[in-house]
């Protein structure tokens, strides 16, 4: 019923900039809390970033000052804008958001198929 979907990802030289896109899509009553996550080969799923609807932004120390998450609720859309990317920001880039389908159920998880980033010269 709820599919989410990431864009954005791709190959940059360290240094450069990035900016993931992810839009949720079905049947949407309201989206409490959207986030993005990474996990690289051999590595566990780290929590990057996390915004609640009209809350204050949470940032892992690793990304602290970097990278920007950001949503545009009316478009069920979570943005993570990614500066002075390094080669260890390589890994597979997770949309997360927490999605109320109707008014009579609870919140429920759901996760994107995920988005590569690669930082290589």
């Known amino acids: 019923q709820v599919q989410l979907v990431e864009s954005g990802g791709g190959l940059v030289q360290p240094g450069g900039s990035l900016r993931l896109s992810c839009a949720a899509s079905?049947?949407?009553?309201?989206?409490?809390?959207m986030g993005w996550y990474r996990q690289a080969p051999g590595k566990e799923r780290e929590l990057l970033a996390a915004?609640?609807?009209?809350?204050?932004?949470n940032y892992a120390d690793s990304v602290k000052g970097r990278f920007t998450i950001s949503r545009d609720n009316a478009k069920n859309t979570v943005y993570l804008q990614m500066n002075s990317l390094k080669r260890e920001d390589t890994a597979v880039y997770y949309c997360?958001?927490?999605?109320?389908?109707?008014?009579?159920?609870?919140?429920?998880?759901?996760w994107g198929q995920g988005t590569q980033v690669t930082v290589s010269s």
């Open positions: 915004l609640s609807s009209g809350g204050k932004p």
């Open positions: 079905g049947s949407i009553f309201a989206i409490n809390t």
């Open positions: 997360n958001a927490l999605v109320r389908r109707n008014p009579v159920v609870r919140s429920e998880g759901y």
